[in-house]
């Protein structure tokens, strides 16, 4: 049930991308999320060739893709909860120029994002990570493991019917019957 849950939860690493590389968003279009929001139907993690590369604050590239989610993120402010910041958006359509980010997102009933450039500083990619998912799921079911048996180790369990071994012998207990 863990391992369930930590899967579909899964490990993502989140990348800050600058405001200059944004503008490679331009004329990104998924037309067949496009069709599958208007259906009603949304099926992730399908294969894309719909994608744009876009690098990082340390110039890693990154692919981005309607199944990407992203976030616009405004320049510092004290206190930090008043930094302007979008929520992690999918989008299938988006349109950047230097004065004004749009996008489309992917989750249907969702009004486009219209968000002018001067408030951004950056955007925020963040990508699942199948191996981080796959080491701390290990991680937990070894965890698991080691403490069922380490717990059967230290309780020494009745072997026998001559009350010997410290456990509960269930041979020995007074026969009570039924009241009522």
């Known amino acids: ?88 958006q999918r989008f299938i359509q988006v349109a950047v120029d230097t004065t004004r980010f749009q996008g489309v997102p992917l989750k249907p009933d969702t009004a486009p994002l219209v968000v002018p450039m001067a408030e951004v500083e ?5 990508e699942f990570s199948l191996g981080k998912t796959l080491l701390l799921t290990g991680a937990i079911g070894i965890g698991v493991l080691a403490a069922v048996v380490t717990a059967g180790l230290l309780i020494d369990p009745t072997t026998d019917g001559d009350g010997g071994g410290g456990g509960i012998d269930f041979d020995r207990l007074p026969d009570r019957g039924l009241r009522f």
């Open 122 to 126: 950056h955007g925020r990619l963040r």
């Open 1 to 88: 049930m863990i391992a369930v849950s930590l899967l579909s939860s899964a490990c993502t690493t989140t990348y800050a991308i600058p405001r200059s590389e944004l503008t490679r968003l331009d004329g990104f279009k998924d037309d067949n999320a496009a069709l599958l929001k208007e259906l009603g139907d949304v099926m992730l993690n399908r294969p894309n060739d719909r994608r744009r590369a876009v690098r990082d604050v340390d110039g890693e590239t990154h692919q981005f893709t309607s199944d990407t989610p992203l976030a616009l993120v405004g320049p510092p402010k004290e206190p930090e909860e008043a930094r302007f910041q979008t929520e992690e």
